[in-house]
């Protein structure tokens, strides 16, 4: 199985998941180590003889040959991505280049090396925004607002059309907002709990009445391995946790979860193009591959805070890192 983005977020998370359930399996690590990559996160499966790390770019199309060429590729798992909103503001380019041509440059070797399945991780942004009603569900229009989005929504149509046009056995899946161990702290739920516990003020978009809808990422993970397993090739699932809060709403708990006080909040001017709210509709998910989420927000919510307390190193660490720019004026929902 080649997994790229294992370094990140969802990618290390899925790293983990995987090895321990199915230890047989070998992982081919692909990641280019932006600084959203941290082999921290992987360092507990590193050293096993059916893990392999390749830093590599996936839009370096020698690189991604090179791979195919060397392994024997069964199934990809697709989570590479440049995934910041405010970075997409600030440098629209580099997500086209990787989200888009690399993406591109992903499912041409698939196609050429006949891999069985390429699950392609795709976000409920695509769908662009939601008035107050309504849930995004698999055949609602693409419509996205931000470069980050539009770059996503340019990686499914293509990944859709390798299926269509070279019966690439393809699926897509969208899911809404992650939370949970190892999370970049420049994301909504690390950023309030790593400000929180060194009592700095914790900046939200606007009126924070922007919604959400919340997965943790145990529960991402479990939904790609029925994609995997039992995914319709050509087909798209949405996932989601079924839990929509405000940004504030969410802020609030997490402080009231640490025990801080709610005048830590500081609201900042909103984001160009911030969408209001999306829901999800994981009906299909449900109904067609027996999916179900396992956690509540509330355990979710004490579970990551509870993380992040116990694995102080870890993200101390990130923080003293010097980032390239930083363009966030107040941390990423997405
Ligand atoms: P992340 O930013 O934490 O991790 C991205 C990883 O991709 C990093 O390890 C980075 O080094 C790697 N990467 C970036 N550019 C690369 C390149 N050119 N070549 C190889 N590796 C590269 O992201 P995440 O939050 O883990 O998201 C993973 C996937 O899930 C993305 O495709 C994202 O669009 C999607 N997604 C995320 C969320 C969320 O809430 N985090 C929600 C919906 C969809």
């Given at each position: 199985m080649l997994v790229t983005g294992g370094m990140g977020f969802i990618g290390s998370n899925f790293v983990l998941y995987w090895l321990d359930r199915h230890p047989e399996d070998?992982?081919?690590?692909?990641?280019?180590?932006?600084?959203?990559?941290?082999?921290?996160?992987?360092?507990?499966?590193?050293?096993?003889?059916?893990?392999?790390?390749?830093?590599?770019?996936?839009?370096?199309?020698?690189?991604?040959?090179?791979?195919?060429?060397?392994?024997?590729?069964?199934?990809?798992?697709?989570?590479a991505a440049e995934s910041h909103v405010d970075r997409s503001i600030a440098d629209p380019q580099l997500f086209v280049r990787t989200n888009v041509l690399g993406t591109q440059c992903l499912l041409e070797e698939a196609r050429r090396h006949c891999v069985t399945k390429f699950v392609h991780i795709s976000t409920d942004e695509v769908y662009g925004t939601l008035g107050q009603e309504g849930r995004f569900t698999e055949s609602t229009p693409l419509?996205?607002?931000?470069?980050?989005?539009?770059?996503?929504?340019?990686?499914?149509?293509?990944?859709?059309?390798?299926?269509?046009?070279?019966?690439?056995?393809?699926?897509?899946?969208?899911?809404?907002?992650?939370?949970?161990?190892?999370?970049?702290?420049?994301k909504?739920?690390?950023?309030?709990?790593?400000?929180?516990?060194?009592?700095?003020?914790?900046?939200?978009?606007?009126?924070?009445?922007?919604?959400?809808?919340?997965?943790?990422?145990?529960?991402?993970?479990?939904?790609i391995e029925r994609v995997i397993r039992s995914g319709t090739p050509g087909q798209v699932?949405?996932?989601?946790?079924?839990?929509?809060?405000?940004?504030?709403?969410?802020?609030?708990?997490?402080?009231?979860?640490?025990?801080?006080?709610?005048?830590?909040?500081?609201?900042?001017p909103d984001r160009p193009g911030h969408d209001l709210r999306y829901a999800i509709d994981a009906g299909k998910l449900r109904r067609k591959l027996g999916w179900q989420p396992r956690y509540t927000l509330e355990r979710g919510l004490k579970l990551?805070?509870?993380?992040?307390?116990?694995?102080?190193?870890?993200?101390?660490?990130?923080?003293?890192?010097?980032?390239?720019?930083?363009?966030?004026?107040?941390?990423d929902t997405a």
């Open positions: 070998r992982i081919i690590n692909l990641d280019a180590l932006t600084y959203a990559g941290n082999p921290d996160n992987v360092a507990s499966v590193c050293h096993l003889p059916n893990y392999r790390f390749i830093r590599g770019d996936i839009s370096d199309a020698a690189c991604v040959q090179r791979i195919f060429r060397e392994e024997r590729i069964d199934t990809v798992v697709h989570f419509a996205p607002n931000s470069p980050y989005s539009a770059s996503k929504a340019g990686s499914d149509l293509l990944a859709r059309a390798y299926y269509e046009t070279f019966n690439l056995p393809v699926v897509i899946t969208r899911c809404s907002n992650n939370y949970g161990p190892y999370q970049f702290p420049e909504l739920l690390p950023t309030v709990i790593t400000r929180a516990l060194q009592n700095m003020p914790i900046p939200i978009y606007g009126n924070g009445l922007n919604v959400r809808d919340w997965l943790y990422v145990e529960d991402h993970c479990s939904a699932y949405n996932v989601g946790g079924g839990n929509e809060r405000t940004n504030l709403q969410i802020v609030q708990n997490v402080l009231a979860e640490l025990g801080k006080p709610t005048s830590l909040i500081q609201f900042v990551s805070v509870a993380w992040y307390l116990e694995h102080g190193s870890w993200w101390r660490k990130l923080l003293k890192a010097p980032s390239p720019d930083d363009p966030a004026a107040a941390p």
